[in-house]
């Protein structure tokens, strides 16, 4: 760890910017009492709906996650699609 | 009439207990009559934390079952008169009151008081259940660790189910040296996470230690930064726009830079 570093340091890495992180993701998840095999289970179900529109989608590449927000929660589900996929 | 404010946190040892007998010595300093109740039946704390374990002859339980008046039960505190505890019982468990036993006492407590202060046991279930029943107001106590603000979270979710009100929040125990290095949750953080309204922050100090051990409360002792943000809790409670500590580190600061040129040096 270089002097600069050490003052001013690589902020998202220390532990209260982890334990933040975490604790968004838990405090959503208990709220809406979502368990990650509802999780898992959420992702197959949006790739077998999005697969009659995109036959390009891999569920094990989607990332669902709860977000909490200033006046409403979020459910971000983030899709990646195989590139080339359009063609096929 | 009296305000009667509960105070509560889901994970045990975060501070309810020294929280209450703070708040509740601060506001009976400032001349409001006050009651404070232990409702953590079983397990009996408040009495020693304010050093009135000597003098119990009655406790809550007793009231409930009529074996006492309520009036009987409370015992005044050592140096402010309009300051009154009503001790848990020791020997019975939290079912020995229902929620609607708790809901009468306050009532009756109501007209006498200008507060009442409920302290609650640890946990979500009927202990607690029964400390936020006759509350008007509910006062969430964390500390900043994931844990805390976790359960903390579990507990203004059933604050908001009860139609208690939003609760407000105390960040209790804060270690600003930690905070600064970003090894500890920040005021900022917690509220941001909790999106509840906060109305304390009391840093990490001895002092509180020391108090407890004598059995006074640490408002008392004019050197401790914990007493004065007690104080300030209190005042703010009672209508006071207060602004609140700043925890700004900066001897830390300085310390972490000549620490470091020290190392270069070495």
């Known amino acids: ?88 | 009439m009296a305000r009667i404010i509960t105070i509560t946190s889901g994970k045990g040892g975060v501070g309810k207990t020294t929280t209450t007998a703070n708040l509740g010595t601060a506001l009976a300093m400032q001349g409001a009559k006050v009651a404070v109740i232990d409702a953590d039946i079983g397990l009996r704390n408040l009495d020693v934390v304010m050093g009135l374990e000597n003098r119990i002859v009655y406790d809550l339980v007793d009231v409930v079952e009529g074996r006492a008046r309520l009036r009987q039960a409370l015992i005044k505190d050592k140096r402010l008169p309009e300051l009154c505890l009503l001790p848990a019982a020791q020997t019975r468990d939290k079912d020995a009151v229902s929620s609607n036993q708790m809901i009468d006492l306050t009532n009756q407590l109501r007209s006498e008081f200008d507060y009442v202060l409920i302290d609650s046991p640890a946990g979500i279930e009927g202990g607690f259940r029964n400390a936020i029943a006759g509350a008007d107001e509910v006062l969430i106590v964390t500390t900043p660790e994931v844990s805390a603000v976790r359960d903390a979270d579990r507990i203004v979710g059933l604050v908001e189910a009860a139609e208690k009100g939003p609760p407000s929040l105390i960040v209790n125990r804060i270690k600003p040296r930690l905070v600064n290095r970003g090894e500890m949750l920040s005021v900022e953080d917690v509220i941001e996470l909790l999106a509840i309204n906060l109305v304390g922050i009391v840093p990490d100090d001895e002092s509180i230690v020391t108090s407890t051990n004598r059995g006074e409360a640490v408002v008392y002792d004019q050197t401790s930064l914990a007493g004065k943000a007690f104080l300030n809790v209190a005042r703010r409670i009672a209508g006071e726009d207060v602004p609140f500590m700043a925890l700004s580190d900066q001897q830390g600061v300085l310390e972490r830079l000549l620490g470091l040129f020290g190392r270069r040096r070495a």
């Not at chain 1, 910017?17 to 208990?30: H, S, Y």
């Not at chain 1, 959420?42 to 996650?65: F, G």
């Not at chain 1, 983030?78 to 590139?83: E, T, V």
């Open chain 1, 1 to 88: 760890m270089g002097f600069f570093n050490s003052i001013f340091g690589p902020r998202n890495n220390r532990s209260a910017q982890v334990a933040k992180e975490r604790l968004a993701t838990v405090l959503v998840d208990d709220r809406y009492k979502l368990t990650p095999e509802m999780k898992e289970q959420m992702k197959l179900d949006i790739a077998e709906v999005l697969a009659r529109y995109l036959p390009s989608i891999d569920p094990d590449q989607i990332e669902v996650t709860l977000l909490r927000g200033e006046s409403n929660d979020h459910l971000k589900a983030d899709i990646p699609l195989r590139r080339g996929g359009s063609e096929s």
